[in-house]
């Protein structure tokens, strides 16, 4: 029996080296079973993790994130910044192909920035760069940003698999998003064969990727199979050769299962209540911390998560910079019912408490949340939303038109720096429909530390401001923290170099079956 149920990030990753089959005979297809659709093979247009994960066999990056999400060359080689944050040249690879057999070079890096930015493109992830003012192919293969303000976190950002590089040719053909959504050309180590956003993903070894001897397989397959009890029948028959996540109520299980490796690690995935201020009573500092003094994390924990979940100690995970440890909010009943009887409301009130998400993890921590509010006198009525219903939160264009009140939602920051990990929540700026600030806090000495941290090169000092912003959101409490998720995953024991990532996504390409 191989276990990797781990407390320390570094430990949980390295144990994947460890990993070993279900099956004697190594396969050449390499099968991934995952728990929820895919949307598009757009990284420019995708708004969740998974989907950029799937798109990744096709798609690669000027820079990615390494096991420990610190950013490394992946297309560039190297990069230089000029000393007041404005300008950075990049050096290509060369001798890239894509996926049409022309050379990735940076003519193709300045198109798919400017197609990727433009606003008419529509894209949703377009405004992740828009403090860059240009992009400008220097020489052959050397590229120049240039930034509208400094921006500490902008590697971090061409690593996180948003800005990929998509031939351009199909760029050419691409007249609205469906082209790209449903095709793929890049300089990936597959070549895209078949996809379907319901179900599946199939991809075939590119003969001329630019790193030798990779991949390891002739071919990957990504299914998305939403049924936990499926998806773990699949990972022990060797249907499947990894999956991601691994049903929390069949995790102790699975790892008893002698041709499995089971992984359970720290992630920076984090989930929260937010709080309307704009709605009565929730624009009360009172009512909003009496809510915090009214949720057991812990018990949380056990109830909705079987124990794979970490009690949130702030707003950001400790793995990012700056991030400050205020401890696990106490649970103290009493103390929340003394709180809303100071702010007048000595017998509670009537509320509504939404869910971003519809899963069974979700429908018991909405549930647990219910009961542990009515016992401090909060009535809340309880809804778990579809996902055109949770994007009609975002499209309002005033706080008036808001009708969400209470709202579980969870965030995870892609990009690992701490300008990422907030402001798209706390930053007034981003109210929807701007970003996703839910909560409608606002603060205008947090919007200042927003802007004088990003725009700060000095390490130590910049860390210095996120922890002082950090400090007035605590005080001024948006939010109830509740859990920063682990992450899980389940391989067959003999394959090696597949692992969840700490963001949610996964790395998988130097993926390989090795027989003991």
């Known amino acids: 029996m191989t276990t990797t149920r781990l407390t320390a990030l570094a430990a949980a990753l390295l144990l994947t ?8 005979e190594a396969p050449k297809v390499l099968t991934a079973a995952v728990t929820t659709n895919f949307s598009t093979l757009d990284s420019w247009d995708a708004m969740d993790n998974l989907s950029r994960s799937v798109a990744r066999p096709m798609y690669e990056g000027l820079f990615t994130f390494d096991r420990n999400l610190k950013p490394v060359p992946e297309l560039a080689e190297s990069y230089t ?9 990049v050096k290509l690879r060369e001798g890239v ?20 930015m433009n606003p008419e493109s529509k894209l949703s992830r377009r405004t992740f760069f828009k403090f860059v003012d240009k992009v400008e192919a220097t020489g052959r293969y050397t590229v120049r940003f240039t930034l509208k303000t400094a921006t500490a976190g902008f590697i971090q950002r061409l690593s996180n698999g948003t800005a990929t590089m998509i031939c351009p040719s199909l760029l050419k053909r691409a007249t609205s998003k469906q082209v ?20 599946e993903l199939y991809a075939e070894k590119f003969p001329d990727y630019r790193v030798k001897g990779l991949p390891k397989f002739d071919a990957i397959r990504w299914v998305a199979v939403g049924e936990n009890s499926t998806r773990a029948a699949m990972l022990q028959t060797g249907e499947a050769h990894f999956i991601a996540p691994v049903p929390s109520e069949q995790f102790r299980q699975l790892e008893k299962n002698e041709k499995l490796t089971l992984i359970a690690a720290p992630s920076i995935v984090t989930r929260f209540l937010s709080m309307n201020e704009t709605k009565k009573p929730f624009d009360d500092v009172r009512v909003r911390q009496a809510i915090n003094y009214a949720i057991n994390r812990q018990a949380l924990i056990k109830v909705a998560y079987n124990g794979f979940a970490d009690p949130s100690t702030g707003y950001m995970p400790m793995q990012l910079e700056g991030a400050v440890d205020f401890g696990v909010w106490p649970y103290d009943p009493k103390k929340a019912r003394e709180l809303l009887a100071e702010a007048g409301y000595p017998n509670g009130f009537d509320t509504t408490l939404w869910a971003g998400y519809n899963d069974g993890k979700t429908q018991k921590t909405i549930q647990f949340l219910q009961q542990q509010l009515r016992a401090v006198g909060i009535r809340a009525e309880t809804k778990a939303l579809e996902a055109g219903q949770r994007s009609e939160i975002y499209s309002c264009k005033t706080p008036a038109e808001s009708k969400h009140q209470l709202y579980l939602i969870g965030w995870t920051n892609s990009a690992a720096e701490p300008d990422w990990a907030m402001r798209p929540f706390l930053d007034s700026r981003s109210a929807p429909p701007a970003l996703v600030n839910d909560a409608y806090y606002g603060n205008p000495k947090v919007d200042a530390l927003f802007d004088q941290a990003i725009a700060e090169t000095d390490v130590e000092k910049r860390v210095k401001l ?3 912003l950090q400090r007035i959101v605590h005080a001024d409490t948006p939010w109830a923290p509740l859990v920063f998720e682990q992450v899980t995953a389940g391989t067959a024991k003999q394959l090696r170099n597949f692992f969840p990532m700490p963001d949610g996504s996964y790395k998988f390409y130097e993926a390989e079956w090795v027989e003991e």
């Open 180 to 199: 790209t959504a449903f095709e793929a050309c890049g300089t990936g180590p597959y070549v895209l064969k078949s996809f379907t956003p319901q179900g």
């Open 97 to 116: 192909k894509f996926h049409d057999g022309t050379e990735f070079d940076a003519a193709a890096v300045q198109m798919n920035f400017e197609r990727g």
């Open 466 to 468: 996120y922890q002082e």
């Open 17 to 24: 080296a460890a990993a070993s089959t279900v099956s004697a």
């Open 81 to 89: 910044v000029s000393k007041d944050g404005l300008v950075y040249e």
